[in-house]
């Protein structure tokens, strides 16, 4: 596990209906480095889109790193912390995003990942720069589409 590196990320997802268009973000800050991406997907959701931010920030730091994620979503936060013991067992219910779930959990599989809620209203300038990389993102898309 790699425990001498400080490794916090900051995530967004963002979403409107017509055109159904969708944009994340990330930035990661390790110790004295930042590294950030953003995109945007068609036919996509604001859930989707937060999902997508984790599963690719985690994606690009070294496997069992200790890193806190930093996220205004409870959607989120349920998911990657309490709902992932439920989802197995509940067969009654399909699960939305099934499959960004999935593969969030085959990456969130140690206790290496804290995951913090950020309030909107608070004044958290890393938050908000990655929310304007999100938002940035989805008005790229909506000229293409």
């Not at 806190?68 to 309490?82: M, R």
Request: a positive charge; one cysteine or more; proline letters at 3%.
């Amino acid at each position: 596990m790699n425990k001498e590196n400080k490794i916090e990320i900051y995530l967004s997802g963002v979403g409107i209906n017509r055109p159904r268009i969708g944009g994340w973000s990330y930035t990661i800050y390790e110790n004295d480095l930042e590294r950030k991406d953003n995109s945007y997907e068609p036919r996509a959701t604001q859930p989707r889109m937060i999902l997508v931010a984790a599963i690719k920030a985690i994606q690009s730091i070294p496997e069992d790193s200790n890193a806190t994620i930093f996220t205004t979503s409870d959607y989120l936060i349920n998911g990657a912390t309490i709902w992932r013991y439920r989802s197995k067992r509940n067969k009654k219910k399909p699960i939305k995003h099934a499959k960004l779930w999935k593969q969030l959990r085959s990456l969130n599989k140690t206790d290496a990942l804290t995951w913090v809620k950020v309030n909107e209203d608070d004044n958290n300038v890393r938050h908000k720069m990655t929310h304007e990389q999100a938002q940035k993102a989805l008005k790229e898309a909506c000229f293409k589409f």
